[in-house]
């Protein structure tokens, strides 16, 4: 079921916010959830102020609020990723790390 619920969320994000990456981490990409786990999402844009994240994250969190599972959105740039690719500790080192990439914009 969370299979059907990822593939919706990604084609939603898809369609209505045109991102660069979507990368599913966390333990449904480790293959570790249970049916407690939410789906952790990195979405990534190629061009992103600081101060239009958190009105993104939001943004991408309404327009999936139908789907009733917990979810957890980060919104970054490629050069956030760059600059966390060895941060121990960072949300996105790990999404890099263990990530599945589910939608890249090439």
Known sequence: MNN???SIMTERIVREFDPF???????????DADRNSDIDLLIVFEKLADKDKRKT???IRVALADLLVAKDIV???????EQHRTRIGS???YAQQE??????NN
């Open 21 to 31: 990456q979507i990368i599913l981490f966390g333990s449904q990409a480790r293959g």
């Open 4 to 6: 059907k619920i990822i």
């Open 75 to 81: 919104v970054t740039t490629p050069e956030e990723l």
């Open 99 to 104: 990530g599945k990439v589910l939608y890249a």
């Open 57 to 59: 994250a939001v943004n």
């Open 91 to 93: 949300v996105l080192r």
